[in-house]
């Protein structure tokens, strides 16, 4: 079993910065594909990005895609979400997820994501 615990939500101005951190622990965190997701309020839970094992490897939603970044820390069993540029429709709750298969996190397949935090609210007010 990965327990995942997320941090570094908060109320951010439209264009400003924010890194959210997720924290793993249970099983070896470097076996694990690592992805990041968000849930608005009345929407459904939507892809934001993933990375690999290794961390060489990023994928990203089209709407965050050159705004955000994910990057991964092995050796602290860590991985980031550095979003700038934020904007009001960033506005969600956040919620990481492990799984070892890459594509299952990149493709959204919820059904086999059993690895997920508790979630984060970041707010951006406009």
């Known amino acids: 079993q990965v327990q995942l615990v997320e941090s570094g939500g908060r109320l951010v101005q439209a264009g400003g910065s924010l890194r959210l951190s997720c924290v793993a622990s249970?099983?070896?965190?470097?076996?694990?594909?690592m992805g990041w997701f968000r849930q608005a309020p009345g929407k459904e839970r939507e892809f934001v990005a993933a990375?690999?094992?290794?961390?060489?490897?990023?994928y990203y939603a089209d709407s965050v895609k050159g705004r955000f970044t994910i990057s991964r820390d092995n050796a602290k069993n860590t991985v980031y979400l550095q979003m700038n540029g934020l904007k009001p429709e960033d506005t969600a709750v956040y919620y990481c997820?492990?799984?070892?298969?890459?594509?299952?996190?990149?493709?959204?397949?919820?059904?086999?994501?059993?690895?997920w935090g508790q979630g984060t609210l970041v707010t951006v007010s406009s």
């Open positions: 990375i690999s094992w290794s961390g060489g490897n990023g």
């Open positions: 249970g099983r070896t965190f470097s076996n694990y594909a």
């Open positions: 997820a492990a799984n070892p298969q890459l594509v299952l996190l990149v493709q959204a397949r919820y059904r086999h994501l059993e690895h």
